[in-house]
């Protein structure tokens, strides 16, 4: 088949990697506003010609939407417009306002809302790696909404990706997603932020950065064309979790302050609790 | 030379293993108050025999302190009391406190203070593993306190483990630390406590966890054992950076709930430049 993949970036390029390799893309479209991404693209090998939205949505068999989400808002009922039988998987990181803009669109049977909780800190065409989404999950949204042989079209995708599938309402994804995803890229960039603004008058202190430090920072090399627009389009949902977090970290700082090292050692303990989900 | 083991752990486990692999300890005393990890330590063959404090100290040419802060600092004295031309390092994590307390001690030549940047969030002696310290820095605090044979004898161990030196003294050392590890554990415990508590009316939030959610949390598996000393000998510094970092959250969350999205997007760009630091 015919793939599509609409931002040539870290997600569009690891996706088009594996679905050339496994042969289930037959040839692969690159769009992109920008030129530098499609030649950069075309170089690597991950994508076999570009050509305009328009165009490579009336070629395509499939089409991934792999841009930034404030992009994928602003275009996709205007892609639902131009679609007969083809399908569309927006495969962003936030889904609700998506999901109410194009709730009453005739054609919106041909959308499947997919999320692959997969990624790294870096972005663009030469952050794309071969089995990035091995193992990982796809979040299916709403996945009623989409017309049987679209959603099994993208589960066919999903599993070619070896991805395992978990089904969500667009809600409960976006609430989930900012605990646990949109939280840790928040507190990185925090955490950069205070560390920077101390080597302004501490030169050194860099020098004892180890692999710790290195763990809790390192998504502060996001992009912030891809998460200015996924706060923004979670904005209730993080504030919510930013409010929560803030409030333990103050209850760490105070119990610090009273010298209360007792329920200081509990907290931890408490904490410890996440050794049960992490591996 | 016969090195003495006190704490056999993640540190010191990790450093016997070294220097018995490169014959640099012709025999291993473990000391520790848990008869548990002896035996265990002694299983995975990373020491040779267990003794008491009182005697390891008598019959090795260095002892390598390698417990908790809260224990160096309650033995140390008593430690350079039963020394005559043994080395002793102490590889704690905070250090102004220690300094402090041995600062008179007629035997204070025989110290070696030093850290070693070097961890995992695991600990006891099962956390031990070959090549923990290569390449990593050792930071020696206050070495011109050492005598000249001490400290050479200590660097020497440097060496074998592979490790880049660097100098401070206590009240730098211990700052830094606050910046570029304390902080670190301190916010993944602060995160676990958020996420478990969303946890508990929201069952399913785990199963959208990736690895930036791992990568900022997986510190919060740390033993309060160990971490509880380590706040409570750096307090002050500690309080400084969790005020700083809660202050930098809290902008995060005003500039996100006045929906100024300009000014989002330039504190992710500004905290991008922790980009020149990470590799």
Same mark, same amino acid.
């Given at each position: 088949? $015919? ?37 950069? =693209? ?6 076999? *010609? ?12 499939? $089409? ?7 992009? $994928? ?29 194009? =709730? @009453?669109?005739? #054609? ?40 049987? @042989?679209?959603? @099994? ?8 990706? *070896? ?23 928040? /507190? ?25 430090? *290195? ?31 803030? #409030? ?5 700082? @105070? ?7 007792? /329920? ?14 992490? #591996?």
């Amino acid at each position: 088949m $015919i793939v599509a993949i609409v931002g040539v970036g870290l997600i569009g390029g690891s996706a088009a990697i594996t679905l050339k390799e496994k042969k289930v893309a037959k040839k692969v479209i690159g769009v992109d506003r920008s030129d530098a991404n499609l030649k950069k =693209a075309h170089q690597l090998g991950f994508i076999d *010609e570009s050509a305009s939205l328009e165009e490579a949505i009336s070629r395509a068999d499939v $089409i991934l939407l792999t841009m930034p989400v404030d992009a $994928i808002l602003a275009v996709l009922p205007s892609i639902l417009d131009q679609v007969s039988n083809q399908v569309v998987i927006d495969m962003g990181s936030t889904k609700a306002a998506i999901m109410r803009a194009v =709730a @009453d669109h005739p #054609k919106r049977g041909r959308l499947v809302a997919a999320h692959p909780m997969a990624g790294t800190e870096y972005s663009g065409p030469e952050a794309a790696v071969a089995n990035l989404f091995k193992g990982k999950v796809m979040v299916y949204v709403d996945a009623t909404q989409s017309d049987d @042989d679209a959603f @099994d079209l993208a589960d066919a995708i999903t599993e070619h990706l *070896e991805m395992q599938a978990i089904f969500m309402n667009a809600e409960e994804h976006d609430m989930h997603t900012a605990y646990v995803s949109h939280i840790s890229h928040i /507190t990185s960039f925090a955490l950069a932020l205070t560390v920077l603004e101390k080597e302004k008058s501490q030169g050194r202190i860099f020098e004892l950065a180890g692999s710790g430090f *290195e763990s809790t920072v390192r998504l502060a090399k996001s992009s912030p064309d891809m998460w200015t627009p996924i706060v923004r389009q979670n904005r209730d949902n993080v504030l919510e979790v930013l409010h929560e977090h803030i #409030k333990q970290l103050q209850q760490l700082y @105070d119990v610090l302050e009273q010298e209360d090292y007792d /329920t200081f050692y509990k907290l931890i303990k408490k904490s410890n609790k996440i050794r049960r989900i992490l #591996k």
